[in-house]
């Protein structure tokens, strides 16, 4: 019976290690986090997510967060919204440190848009590059 439960217990462990990784562990994971930001409408979550050369102040976040909030808003209202999307093929480079994710977004008045997300490996998790 103890040996049934230490299992058990060791078992819930490497489960609770296991969820407690990285959601950014993939070119692919990291896409799907940004787009539900995207889909939600969590411009602060998108600007996080993101790469940029230099670490952004508090002020600069703010300034993308507002122009995230004021172009993606209108574009939005305008096609119904963000009904669904799929993740689609992943391009990594040799290198292993950039991937571009294919991926479709359906908007709520059913048009489509297929795109490219530039992903960058930093510190072992993969983020959306802002080309800044």
């Given at each position: 019976?103890?040996?049934?439960?230490?299992?058990?217990?060791?078992?819930?462990?490497?489960?609770?290690?296991?969820?407690?990784?990285?959601?950014?562990?993939?070119?692919?994971?990291?896409?799907?986090?940004?787009?539900?930001?995207?889909?939600?409408?969590?411009?602060?979550?998108?600007?996080?997510?993101?790469?940029?050369?230099?670490?952004?102040?508090?002020?600069?976040?703010?300034?993308?967060?507002?122009?995230?909030?004021?172009?993606?808003?209108?574009?939005?209202?305008?096609?119904?919204?963000?009904?669904?999307?799929?993740?689609?093929?992943?391009?990594?480079a040799?290198?292993?440190?950039t991937?571009?994710?294919?991926?479709?977004?359906?908007?709520?008045?059913?048009?489509?848009?297929?795109?490219?997300?530039?992903?960058?490996?930093?510190?072992?998790?993969?983020?959306?590059?802002?080309?800044?």
């Open positions: 019976m103890r040996k049934m439960i230490r299992l058990m217990a060791v078992a819930i462990a490497a489960v609770a290690i296991a969820a407690c990784g990285s959601k950014t562990s993939s070119p692919e994971a990291a896409a799907e986090a940004f787009l539900k930001s995207y889909q939600k409408g969590d411009y602060a979550a998108m600007v996080d997510q993101m790469y940029f050369k230099q670490q952004l102040t508090d002020e600069e976040k703010k300034e993308y967060v507002a122009i995230f909030e004021a172009k993606i808003t209108s574009e939005l209202d305008e096609k119904g919204g963000i009904a669904s999307y799929e993740i689609g093929e992943t391009e990594t040799e290198d292993g440190q991937a571009k994710v294919a991926y479709t977004i359906t908007y709520g008045n059913g048009s489509n848009q297929p795109q490219k997300m530039d992903l960058i490996l930093v510190d072992g998790e993969w983020r959306p590059s802002s080309g800044k």
